[in-house]
């Protein structure tokens, strides 16, 4: 139950905030908007609030922004013909055009800032170091005086990096003595232990937990460190997408049910752990949704480049087949992926 929960307010989350991107730029520049759904499929509740009918529908895996003109006049509902010429999507210059498309990626982006920034702010930031998170009693490390929240900088006089290191080195070290450099409340101490040989884990133990030292920060700081996160991430995947294009890269997809599996898993870690996972998730929706496929917001800023290249815009039927196109295209991707999923969950990965 926890799964389901947790996949349906992520990716509630996600939507909501993709769209209020595209509403709020769309009402910005003047275009009349006519419907705001988060879902799909059958209305669960709907209401009017100027001039616009908002509606939470069924299936919460998507959502969208109708606005007037927005299909041109490939689809003309009744609440289109009264529309004025100037409060039209598709009478509009090509950089409002374009700026109502990006907002939607964009407010994801913004989303992932601000989701981190709650989660820096209650956790701390990363700082790259080790620290001591817990000390078992009575174990050699806490009768050799390690204390919780000492960061560890060496071991036997040599810098570390890595967790694996440190295990490494005191699993196979039995009776022998190994000493620890220590940051302590800024001091420097060092102290010996002599890991001890377990017969249940068949190694040598000290008996701490070893994890990655965390700061807080200034807020301003922190808002910093979100944004810079945030862009590494978006850079990252969108590297990780033309590697896999150019075959460097082994295809692996997730679908809604993967996605569902894995915001299970961090709701079982806590809240903060989810938000942390509904940030991720959001850069790589809005770089999903920069993809240049008919009917997501980077097919329509490619049509709109080739409208602008070409000096007339696109003809409706030629349009209507592009987007049947792309509708084709998403629907065979969500069959992939979702079939991807259902082989990864059998197997147990």
């Not at 409060?87 to 907002?103: G, N």
């Not at 075959?247 to 903060?272: C, D, H, K, N, S």
């Not at 496929?293 to 209507?320: A, M, Q, S, T």
Request: proline content about 6%; charged content about 15%.
């Amino acid at each position: 139950m926890i799964t389901v929960f947790a996949f349906i307010f992520v990716l509630s989350l996600l939507v909501l905030a993709h769209e209020c991107g595209h509403f709020l730029m769309a009402r910005r520049f003047g275009i009349r908007v006519l419907h705001f759904a988060l879902g799909y499929g059958p209305k669960i509740v709907s209401w009017m609030w100027r001039d616009v009918e908002f509606s939470v529908r069924m299936l919460p895996l998507g959502g969208y922004v109708r606005m007037a003109g927005m299909e041109g006049s490939l689809i003309e509902g009744p609440g289109e013909f009264s529309v004025p010429s100037s409060e039209r999507f598709d009478t509009k210059p090509l950089w409002q055009r374009s700026l109502v498309v990006l907002a939607g990626p964009l407010m994801n982006l913004l989303l992932s800032v601000f989701l981190l920034f709650i989660v820096f702010s209650i956790s701390g930031i990363p700082t790259g170091r080790i620290a001591v998170l817990e000390v078992m009693p009575g174990g050699p490390a806490e009768r050799s005086g390690v204390q919780k929240g000492d960061v560890l900088i060496a071991v036997n006089g040599r810098p570390v990096e890595r967790i694996e290191e440190v295990t490494q080195t005191i699993a196979t070290s039995p009776g022998k003595t190994i000493v620890l450099t220590m940051e302590r409340r800024g001091s420097i101490v060092e102290i010996p232990v002599v890991p001890e040989w377990s017969p249940e884990e068949k190694r040598a133990l000290i008996r701490v937990v070893f994890g990655g030292e965390n700061r807080r920060y200034h807020p301003l700081v922190t808002v910093a460190k979100s944004a810079v996160t945030v862009f590494e991430w978006f850079v990252l995947s969108l590297l990780g997408v033309l590697y896999t294009i150019m075959g460097r890269f082994p295809l692996e997809v997730t679908g809604p049910l993967g996605i569902a599996q894995m915001a299970g898993q961090a709701a079982a870690f806590g809240f903060v752990n989810l938000l942390a996972f509904a940030a991720v998730i959001s850069v790589f929706l809005a770089l999903f949704n920069l993809f240049p496929i008919p009917v997501l917001d980077g097919g329509h800023l490619l049509i709109f480049l080739y409208e602008k290249v070409r000096g007339r815009p696109l003809e409706e039927e030629k349009k209507g087949i592009i987007y049947l196109i792309g509708i084709v295209f998403i629907f065979l991707l969500s069959v992939f992926v979702t079939y991807q999923d259902v082989l990864r969950i059998v197997a147990g990965k």
